[in-house]
């Protein structure tokens, strides 16, 4: 009886680990789906929702090894910041290349997820803020402002689950195509094909942004001025050469007090209420 134990201890010691389940990738996932911004801080931001998520991979390759575990918890900790729906992409390169190390594969140090961290959040934060938040979200909220007249409660509905529904989707493919590339996407992400793809989202998103402006920003002027014997609103005349002059002028404008005074979003809101009210007690607006 105490030999078949020593046999079965001995197997057990020699025994290759096995891959990640998918169940514990799919808690991996998760974990850094719900917890990215549940314990932000300016000095590791998304870090401690990274270490929260690499515990099962912990309780599966280093049960027994409490260094080796106090390690995997510490190089996930530091800073980390990108857009988190993309940002799935770099958790599934991690998982791999742990997965690697977890299983004792030497030829992936313990410092290579965190050098595939460091050089892929900038990259991704760049590609994902243009996709989502440039592109995404815009786009949805102008289809559910369009819903939403005369107090329809299609449109809050609409973007709530096209909004959750889509973002999900973008970001299974990312986790499940990092996990399958490994650190192969590397090349992928930060090479000249991504720098461009990144360059197309941004001018895709701009575009986006300054048409939802020009649709959605009512900002008209009551002024007339003498045209011939009559007088013509001086609205008309300006869309004749410029349709939208007036809420391009207020986007310029709030974006510069945003991007060059530095100014918060509660201030800002401040000084568009006083210019407007400003505006309609001189009868300009």
């Known amino acids: 009886m105490a030999s078949n134990e020593k046999i ?23 974990r850094y789906m719900f917890l990215p911004e549940s314990a932000m801080s300016y000095e590791k931001m998304h870090g401690a929702a990274w270490a929260v998520s690499y515990m099962p991979l912990g309780n599966k390759y280093y ?31 991690v998982a791999s290349l742990e997965e690697q190390i977890g299983m004792g594969n030497t030829n992936i140090s313990e410092e290579m997820p965190v050098d595939v961290k460091a050089s892929l959040m900038g990259p991704l934060a760049g590609i994902g803020d243009s996709l989502v938040q440039g592109i995404l979200i815009p786009t949805l909220l102008s289809i559910a402002m369009g819903l939403s007249k005369d107090g329809n409660p299609l449109g809050p509905l609409f973007y709530i689950f096209s909004y959750a529904i ?28 991504a720098k461009r793809l990144t360059n197309m989202f941004t001018v895709l998103g701009t575009i986006v942004i300054g048409g939802l402006a020009a649709s959605t920003i009512a900002l008209k002027t009551t002024v007339k001025i003498p045209f011939g014997s009559q007088t013509k609103p001086l609205e008309t005349i300006i869309d004749g050469f410029f349709p939208g002059l007036l809420p391009l002028i207020a986007v310029l404008f709030t974006f510069w007090l945003i991007s060059s005074k530095r100014m918060s979003a509660n201030k800002v809101i401040l000084i568009l209420t006083v210019v407007a009210a400003v505006g309609v007690l001189i009868k300009f607006l």
């Open 166 to 193: 889509i973002t999900t989707i973008i970001e299974i493919v990312c986790f499940k195509g990092g996990y399958r590339l490994g650190v192969s996407a590397v090349d992928k992400i930060v090479g000249e094909s």
């Open 8 to 30: 079965a201890k001995q197997k057990s010691k020699t025994s290759k680990p096995e891959r990640l389940t998918k169940k514990e990738l799919r808690s991996i996932f998760l």
């Open 63 to 93: 049960k027994n090894d409490d260094d080796a575990y106090r390690r995997l918890l510490k190089r996930h900790s530091p800073f980390y910041n990108t857009e988190p729906q993309t940002g799935q992409l770099v958790n599934g390169i």
